[in-house]
């Protein structure tokens, strides 16, 4: 391993000797130069603690005054200090400081010098970390008419890829390094580098098993490299010329080679000693350095925060710094990495609380958003879908049923555009995946969503068949609501996307265990298909096949489907061939349903409802026209109130079988209404009718007396079930 701090060309030809006179004094370029000079020879020398003293706050005036070239060599001298004191973590930020620093200056000689030592870092232990730090040094070095800098990266990856035992390309850095070699044969550094070349080249011979020439070319490297390179490679090469000796079996020579490695071995033992004990003095100097640079990073910290703390609190701060590290004094070093990982956890732990509220706000305001959206939304799809579907009921307006029913389509269209984007929301909240059980037909539930695609098939020439094997129970007992968003959605999907062909739905029975029914739901059409390669993505919100998109849709469906599914510990699958169709099914554990709790749910009738007194708290005209039809429909009374303050007074006067309450009002809103009609009356059922969807919010509407909510626009069904069970069960 050859150190870059040989590149550094000195200017002074003198050592200095009384490095005090150092301290409180500007430098020119040379004087830089020439107290390198001086600390490099105390680098070899093993005085690491000098090169600790005055390297450091050396290192500190070249940064501010900008002498680049000066920085370049002092840098790698200090880096290299490091290394020699294992201290690898400062060795690295010196390291890649430098390397910014170089970047931003645009200097590729201090970039190659930075990877070099870099590599240095893990030249002994480590040396495949260290080939990947040095090979982005390899074309950078071809790039500058440095010849040493090029020697040095090619010699130092030809000894890694060596020791790594990849000879072919150690051979090849190798020959680069004899070529450059041969290019600068007055070059004084010359003899010392031939040396490293020849002990690499050996060490390549003995594991090529070329003993004889290992033999010639190790003794050749040590003849050159006698009293210039580094002990290590002295006793490396003997320790390769015992092994070449010993493989064409000449123990003579095995023995004679090796009394002189012991003697370097012991000779290595006792300046290592040495070097130990300098080292023991330099981590002292280097611990008292690592002290002021904490403090003058507290200090830095404590500068960035005066914008945002008082000034005494800064003080006492700085104070309570400074005097913590006078006090710790040596003892605060054995601490430091504990306390600094302390201040990093409090740092990491602060940050995630202010990203926490930051996400919790932002979150607030996504459900703000949706909240409102839903509502000016909804509203108005609430008065174009509810009176379509009186009026289509009317038989005054049979003429017309044609033009309602398109209304109605495309109303219903749009609403399914937004409940998408809404119950995304929805089915990723912990209220959103719980399970609400009820007894239902699945016969039924089936035969009712196909209905919904009447128009939309008979406008796409489509048909649709729905089988359900005899296995199947009549009566299934899950979460209805979910079930039915699952079918809607990929009935809806077959429907759009097929034109003069057949959609097929089947649940067929697979297995029978503990109680459950293990059926397999089935959605299949004649359509498009989706192209193979599309098939994966698919699923991913917003995702959209991509010759369909002139069909409209969100791209939410089947990502909410998969939602869906996951609650109910299922998983939606696809079998598509473009131009043919596609086939979507999944597998799902369902309980039986209770026939005698079904038929009593149906036996109810909405004829119960008939001369039942609702009151109406809406403060939209359209919303109050819709609902109040509705209920003439059926025979119920109505009296309607503008807001919540008019519905206590109602409420107060009057006696009502239902209260149907809209949340978002002006004067008073529902909740606040709901609240104060609590007070004076407890039974009397409320069931809010709003456009915004509550399984979203924070707020649990018990919480304020109402017992039930439907999200506006809704099928006049589900009002008269709402109804019809609240005010048979006549309980709050």
């Not at 609590?678 to 709003?690: D, G, M, S, W």
């Amino acid at each position: 391993m050859i150190n870059f701090i040989f590149l550094i060309n000195s200017k002074a030809q003198t050592l200095i000797n009384d490095t005090s006179s150092l301290a409180d004094k500007e430098y020119t370029a040379q004087d830089i130069d020439s107290v390198t000079a001086a600390l490099r020879k105390s680098f070899y020398k093993g005085e690491f603690h000098k090169i600790i003293d005055f390297g450091t706050p050396l290192l500190d005036y070249v940064e501010k005054t900008n002498f680049f070239r000066e920085e370049r060599g002092l840098r790698s001298l200090i880096t290299n200090t490091f290394i020699q004191l294992d201290e690898f973590e400062g060795a690295e930020d010196l390291i890649n400081e430098g390397l910014e620093r170089a970047k931003l200056k645009k200097d590729t000689l201090a970039t190659i010098s930075g990877y070099i030592d870099l590599s240095n870092c893990y030249f002994e232990n480590e040396p495949l970390k260290a080939i990947i730090y040095l090979k982005p040094a390899a074309p950078l070095v071809q790039k500058v008419q440095h010849p040493r800098a090029q020697f040095i990266v090619n010699s130092n990856l030809a000894e890694l890829y060596e020791r790594v035992d990849t000879l072919e390309v150690a051979q090849k850095h190798l020959d680069i390094s004899w070529k450059l070699l041969d290019m600068h044969s007055s070059a004084d550094w010359r003899t010392e580098f031939e040396a490293v070349t020849l002990h690499i080249q050996g060490a390549i011979f003995l594991k090529q098993k070329k003993y004889e020439r290992a033999i010639e070319t190790i003794k050749k490297s040590l003849e050159l490299g006698y009293g210039k390179f580094d002990q290590r490679y002295h006793i490396k090469n003997y320790e390769n010329l015992m092994m070449a000796y010993e493989n064409i079996e000449q123990y003579k020579n095995v023995t004679e080679i090796r009394h002189i490695y012991d003697s370097l071995i012991t000779a290595r033992y006792k300046s290592e000693k040495i070097k130990q004990q300098n080292i023991a003095s330099s981590k002292f100097k280097l611990d008292q350095y690592k002290q002021k640079l904490l403090q003058s990073q507290l200090e830095n910290e404590i500068s960035l925060q005066k914008q945002a703390k008082s000034d005494l609190l800064l003080k006492i701060f700085y104070a309570s710094s400074v005097i913590l590290i006078a006090i710790l004094g040596f003892l605060f070093y054995t601490r430091y990495k504990r306390n600094l990982l302390l201040e990093n956890l409090k740092l990491k732990n602060q940050q995630y609380l202010e990203a926490k509220e930051e996400s919790e706000k932002l979150a607030n305001k996504n459900t703000q958003f949706l909240s409102t959206i839903s509502h000016e939304l909804r509203t108005p799809l609430y008065g174009i879908v509810g009176l379509s579907s009186v009026f289509l009921k009317d038989p005054k307006f049979d003429e017309h049923s044609d033009d309602l029913s398109s209304l109605k389509f495309s109303a219903d269209y749009l609403l399914s555009l937004v409940n998408d984007v809404l119950n995304l929301n929805k089915f990723s909240s912990a209220e959103g995946r719980q399970i609400h059980k009820s007894n239902f037909k699945i016969r039924q539930l089936i035969s009712n969503i196909a209905q919904n695609f009447e128009f939309l098939n008979r406008k796409n020439n489509n048909s649709i068949n729905i089988t359900v094997s005899e296995k199947v129970p009549e009566i299934l007992y899950t979460d209805k609501m979910k079930i039915s968003q699952v079918l809607l959605n990929l009935i809806s999907n077959a429907c759009k996307f097929t034109e003069d062909g057949k959609i097929e739905v089947r649940v067929e029975f697979l297995d029978y265990k503990n109680e459950q029914y293990l059926l397999k739901f089935m959605i299949k059409d004649t359509g498009k298909g989706i192209p193979e390669e599309e098939q994966t993505n698919i699923f991913n919100e917003f995702a959209q096949v991509q010759n369909n998109q002139d069909l409209g849709g969100t791209g939410l469906g089947l990502a909410i489907v998969n939602k869906i599914l996951l609650t109910l510990n299922s998983k939606l699958n696809l079998k598509s061939t473009l131009h043919k169709g596609s086939e979507f099914f999944f597998d799902v554990w369902l309980e039986a349903g209770n026939h005698i709790t079904a038929e009593k749910e149906e036996l109810l009738g909405f004829e119960k409802l008939k001369n039942k007194h609702i009151l109406i708290v809406d403060d939209n005209k359209i919303n109050q026209v819709v609902t109040r039809k509705i209920l003439e429909q059926y025979d119920m009374k109505h009296q309607i109130a503008s807001n919540g303050l008019e519905a206590i007074s109602f409420v107060e006067e009057d006696s009502f079988d239902a209260i149907l309450m809209d949340i978002n009002m002006p004067i008073m809103d529902g909740m606040e209404s709901s609240t104060q009609i609590r007070t004076f009356n407890k039974t009397v059922p409320i069931i809010a009718l709003t456009a915004t969807d509550y399984v979203n919010e924070n707020r649990n509407l018990k919480d304020y007396g109402i017992n039930d909510f439907i999200i506006k626009p809704y099928k006049t069904e589900d009002l008269l079930e709402t109804l019809t069970k609240h005010i048979t069960n006549g309980k709050v």
